[in-house]
């Protein structure tokens, strides 16, 4: 008799209220099969991933494990000791603890011998040499998620590993080890589901390919029967293309001098500053905002300012979409509207902005129907949605209610499908076009050559500026190659 799955759905639904999440979801995974689980922002992705890991109920339907039906939901822990192991873009460890605290958090912890042996084969096994003593928040993201990973291993035999963007923040360097681990893992019978909106590392790892549209299971097929356009094409059927158009730019907006040199940005012009992952383009865009402790001076518009916080920069037209957009940006517990409309109540009226004289309704519903928000009402709260439509209301917020002087963006089609990165692309573009001056930091050349006019590279005291040209996305790669090869001799 053949072997059972080691993950098999059948007939998963799930409802929240009356969205339903997933439908009937049925397929299964064969020992040592990764799986690259694909669908755009709303899809059941996450879902798919909470019920397997025990965080929500299905509403019907069950899996099983390697043949053990799961009817019921299982607690974290009990799903953790059926040997699933889930792995977030960013890892649930506690900063300040050590990482043999963190290997051994809320779990039943052996004697102290016996602890740092188990922790040292856990971590060996993931390829981590760490020192246990250290604390997490001295590890590079990268690590951090090796320490999740060992973590998972310590609850005995792992048998399901779910992955959920795994790479988002990741260098090249540190996804190619993640990539030779998941395939070393997959290589010992382990099942591997790998949700990422990056085709590329789809296609790099995965043997078998499962696509979800509106919580349904619309394709499943081998890997090696797509190609990236198929498989962009399988996501977003109507796909438009990424061109646009550039304007001619007007007077120059914001003058910043950094170490190296001076970055520029006209009205009407998007430009990009390029670096490493969590590289100084982020700190530079953040000072511009006042949302970083060191106040920046700069020309604004002809004046110089330093603002020492977001509410004054804001007050100025400077606005700022961070990097992480949870923890930073969104109110989970306020709706959808209000996560949007919020920073004009307060100031909107005193400024004449086109808000106050229409409502807040009105502006919802506009920037909803232009990034195409999906998900519940815009009385739900704003948790309710998919990971990359909260993202959206976060654009949504300093795009449509009133009419940037700067816009600052920080990764901002980062865990967005194909599709939404269009709408994000053009919302963006039609910014600049009505007059603002657009800043994109980013450490991904791809998400910099979709949108920018050009570009400057950053990295330590080095500023290099990078035209647009039909080689724009490999000018930036070379570029920042060329500054780093030094400080690495
Ligand atoms: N707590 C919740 N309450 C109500 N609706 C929810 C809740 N969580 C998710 N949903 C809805 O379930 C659907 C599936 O969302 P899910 O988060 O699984 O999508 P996803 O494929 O992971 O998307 P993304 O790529 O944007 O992260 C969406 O319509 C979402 O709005």
Redesign the pocket.
């Known amino acids: 008799m053949a072997a059972p799955h080691r993950l098999e759905y059948t007939g998963v639904t799930?409802d929240?209220?009356a969205?339903?999440?997933?439908e009937d979801i049925t397929f299964a995974i064969a020992p040592g099969e990764i799986v690259g689980l694909l669908?755009?922002?709303?899809?059941?992705?996450?879902?798919?991933?909470?019920v397997t890991t025990g965080v929500?109920g299905a509403t019907s339907g069950a899996f099983s494990i390697d043949g053990a039906r799961i009817e019921k939901r299982l607690t974290p822990r009990e799903a953790a000791q059926h040997g699933v192991t889930v792995i977030h873009q960013e890892p649930a460890l506690a900063p300040n603890m050590s990482v043999l605290e963190n290997l051994f958090l809320a779990r039943p912890a052996p004697r102290a011998a016996e602890r740092r042996a188990q922790a040292r084969a856990a971590l060996e096994a993931v390829g981590a040499d760490l020192p246990l003593e250290i604390p997490v928040e001295a590890l590079g993201l990268g690590e951090r998620q090796l320490v999740d990973i060992a973590r998972g291993m310590l609850s005995g035999e792992m048998k399901v590993l779910l992955l959920?963007?795994p790479t988002a923040a990741l260098g090249r360097a540190e996804t190619d080890a993640l990539h030779e681990l998941i395939r070393g893992f997959a290589a010992r019978g382990i099942a591997v589901v790998y949700?990422s909106?990056r085709l590329p590392d789809i296609m790099e790892v995965c043997s078998r390919i499962v696509v979800?549209r509106g919580?349904r299971v619309v394709v499943d097929g081998p890997a090696t029967d797509f190609t990236p356009a198929k498989l962009a094409d399988a996501l977003v059927p109507d796909l438009r293309s990424l061109d646009f158009t550039h304007v001619e730019p007007g007077p120059e907006v914001v003058s910043v001098d950094v170490p190296g040199g001076t970055v520029r940005a006209r009205a009407g012009e998007v430009v990009g500053l390029f670096g490493m992952a969590g590289g100084e383009q982020f700190e530079i865009a953040a000072r511009l905002a006042g949302a970083s402790g060191a106040a920046q001076p700069y020309t604004l518009g002809g004046t110089a300012v330093r603002f020492p916080s977001p509410a004054h920069a804001i007050r100025r037209g400077v606005f700022f979409v961070p990097p992480d957009r949870d923890t930073e940006g969104l109110i989970a517990s306020e709706t959808a509207r209000d996560n949007v409309m919020l920073p004009s109540y307060s100031t909107g009226g005193a400024r004449g902005w086109w808000v106050s004289a229409r409502s807040g309704a009105d502006v919802y519903e506009r920037a909803r129907a232009a990034l195409d928000i999906?998900?519940?009402s815009a009385d739900?709260?704003v948790?309710?949605?998919?990971?990359?439509?909260?993202?959206k209301h976060l654009l949504a917020r300093w795009l449509y209610p009133a009419q940037p002087a700067l816009l600052i963006l920080a990764q901002p089609t980062q865990?967005?499908?194909v599709g939404?990165k269009l709408d994000i692309v053009e919302a963006t573009r039609d910014a600049a076009a009505r007059g603002a001056a657009v800043l994109v930091a980013s450490s991904e050349s791809d998400e910099i050559a979709s949108m920018c006019d050009r570009a400057y590279t950053v990295l330590g005291d080095r500023l290099v500026p990078v035209p647009r040209s039909s080689t724009f996305n490999e000018d930036l790669l070379t570029s920042l190659l060329a500054i780093a090869e030094p400080t690495r001799a």
């Open positions: 799930v929240f209220g969205t339903r999440a997933l669908g755009h922002n709303g899809a059941g992705k996450s879902t798919l991933f909470n929500i959920d963007e949700v909106h979800l919580g999906r998900g519940p739900a709260e948790s309710q949605f998919s990971g990359g439509n909260r993202q865990g967005v499908d939404a």
